[in-house]
């Protein structure tokens, strides 16, 4: 029950609705529909109009803001009405305080349409935004809490020590705390300043997923089971999920495009949480590119990322790994290993550059080259760690294991301990593979690339095909006649298969036959190479039948690929000149003797 005279003086939306109405001696009853903050905001316009102090804070000027535009507490009723007074309060106060800004940005949710219509929404953006772009100490903390930073001043008036240490990203807690709509409008404000490292961008991005985005540990445990949950908390936890997506979404939307703004093991993170929301498979994608980018700072357990998808039994998503090497190698092809000449003498021509530029452009050139080179070093070793991890599952299909392995170029594995190992392991998980797909799997296998220790360990290894018994000996066995050591004893059952195949491992081998073709990187010494007929065309020939049978069971399988034992094994009709120079040292060396 209000007076109609101190209402009507000050809201032309009220004298408009008695104006429509018959006058009657009873009390009219005026029904206000849909208004803006309910009770409380009206009790707050009722008040002002009665004369009485209202107090305003960051916490209720936007309810009482839309409230008295409902009214039409306009200049034109009265001046210096409420719909002005608040506004000189909310530009003078409000927009000047950091914290005052983010909780009336916060409050603006519950009237996003009438604060948008107001511009409360831009204003405080504007506001948070350009304090961000301004150092720390010349922000006003809030309106509210002046006199708790008055406090803060130690008895000589120098600043406090919290108040003294700059912070470069002192706001990203902050407007953590906003939603992802306002939140993702705030940053895109702040990274059109243009005045923000990309760094602390990412900085603020992380702040922001770990207050928001789920426990990945405990979503992957809880995911198999949640098919048994009822129709309503099924509805409630994909509300929840439909909350996160988004969020993730938004993120990997917001992320700088500059290499290394954030770390590889966050976008990694960012990756599995979005194969756990199954998010859009554009921002997988964008992910998996920007991990492809800075590959060589992941870590193995960073790329295990949780297959939850109901038409694969894997353990991990391989897929996704997959697309993030190839991702990783195709943006690696362009890099130049040096300045073309012909596209040199063009540049020479069109802008007459001196010999000193382009100088400085060839070693730019190899400086990039070589760097592409270290990282895809690494990445080999990331590749090897990672095959060690996906063969323990035995629901991994042999075509993807060798596809990972296949990813990287030769160069990037100086050795094969690692890959030998990957594969060892996947032998002993999946013991059902016939003998082709043994032999398939240890195509991708250099055995001249193998330590001692892992020779060793694969000419005892029962599980591996013959001919890659065979070849680790060989080059043991040629290792071996170079520096005088003695080849490792095999397990009887391994000297019974070899010896089914007239092929004794206990003899010293001559090394190589002056008709063995080699590459020409692998050049052993001359040591105990005493005649053509070596060892080796034994070899050749008793391993030719069972290469022979290969070919047939593949090309029954429709894949027919070359043998690499075979095409070792191949042997010239005319010897090689290294080895025509190592004889010709040798008998020298009698000669003398």
Not at 94 to 112: E, P, R, V
Not at 247 to 267: Q, T
Not at 329 to 353: F, N, Y
Not at 464 to 482: G, K, M, N
Request: aromatic residues 6%; contains cysteine.
């Amino acid at each position: 029950m209000l007076h109609k005279f101190p209402l009507l003086s000050k809201c032309m939306r009220l004298q408009r609705i008695c104006s429509e109405s018959p006058e009657t001696l009873q009390p009219q009853i005026i029904q206000l529909p849909d208004f803006p903050g309910g009770i409380e905001a009206f009790e707050f316009c009722a008040k002002f109009c009665y004369g009485i102090t209202i107090t305003l804070s960051a916490y209720n000027i936007v309810a009482v803001r839309c409230a008295a535009e409902y009214l039409q507490m306009t200049e034109d009723v009265e001046k210096g009405n409420l719909v002005y007074k608040v506004e000189v309060f909310f530009n003078s106060c409000i927009l000047h305080g950091w914290k005052d800004s983010i909780i009336t940005l916060q409050s603006t949710k519950a009237f996003s349409l009438w604060s948008e219509d107001l511009g409360i929404t831009s204003r405080c953006i504007e506001s948070i935004a350009s304090k961000v772009l301004t150092h720390p100490s010349k922000v006003s903390l809030s309106h509210s809490h002046s006199r708790r930073v008055q406090d803060d001043m130690s008895c000589n008036g120098a600043e406090s020590q919290r108040h003294q240490q700059t912070i470069k990203g002192w706001w990203a807690e902050d407007i953590a705390e906003l939603s992802i709509d306002l939140y993702w409008r705030t940053m895109i404000g702040i990274k059109s300043g243009g005045k923000i490292p990309s760094n602390l961008i990412g900085e603020a991005l992380q702040v922001y997923a770990s207050r928001w985005l789920p426990n990945i540990s405990r979503k992957v445990k809880t995911n198999r089971e949640a098919t048994t949950a009822s129709t309503s908390d099924s509805d409630s936890a994909g509300e929840v999920t439909s909350k996160h997506r988004l969020v993730l979404e938004s993120l990997v939307s917001l992320l700088p495009s500059e290499k290394g703004a954030v770390s590889c093991s966050f976008l990694l993170k960012l990756l599995k949480v979005a194969n756990i929301l199954n998010a859009s498979s554009s921002s997988k994608m964008e992910l998996a590119r920007r991990v492809a980018l800075q590959l060589e700072e992941a870590r193995v357990s960073d790329l295990l990322i949780p297959c939850l998808s109901h038409s694969s039994d894997t353990l991990y998503d391989v897929d996704i790994v997959l697309t993030i090497f190839e991702q990783f190698m195709l943006q690696g092809q362009s890099t130049p290993t040096s300045p073309p000449r012909s596209k040199l003498g063009i540049e020479r021509r069109r802008r007459s550059r001196s010999a000193e530029n382009v100088d400085l452009e060839f070693q730019e050139a190899r400086r990039s080259s070589s760097a592409s080179h270290s990282s895809k070093l690494k990445v080999g070793r990331i590749v090897d760690g990672y095959l060690q991890e996906i063969a323990k599952d035995v629901n991994l299909p042999l075509s993807k294991f060798i596809a990972i392995a296949e990813t990287i170029p030769n160069f990037s594995r100086p050795d094969h301990d690692d890959l030998y190992r990957a594969i060892d392991i996947y032998l002993k998980a999946h013991p059902e593979l016939n003998k082709s797909e043994r032999k398939r799997l240890c195509r991708i296998l250099d055995c001249r690339k193998l330590s001692v220790e892992a020779c060793m360990h694969a000419a005892q290894n029962e599980k591996l095909p013959l001919r890659v018994v065979v070849q680790v000996l060989f080059f043991e066995q040629a290792r071996a006649a170079t520096t005088g050591a003695k080849v490792a004893d095999l397990p009887s059952n391994i000297k019974a298969l070899l010896a089914s195949h007239n092929i004794d491992p206990s003899k010293p081998p001559g090394p190589l036959s002056t008709t063995t073709s080699i590459p020409a990187d692998d050049e052993w010494s001359n040591s105990g190479i005493k005649s053509p007929k070596s060892r080796n065309s034994r070899l050749r020939n008793k391993v030719a039948g069972e290469d022979d049978l290969d070919e047939n069971e593949m090309n029954r399988d429709g894949m027919g690929r070359p043998s690499k034992f075979k095409a070792f094994c191949a042997l010239p009709r005319r010897p090689k000149r290294m080895f025509n120079k190592l004889l010709s040292i040798n008998r020298s060396g009698s000669e003398k003797n």
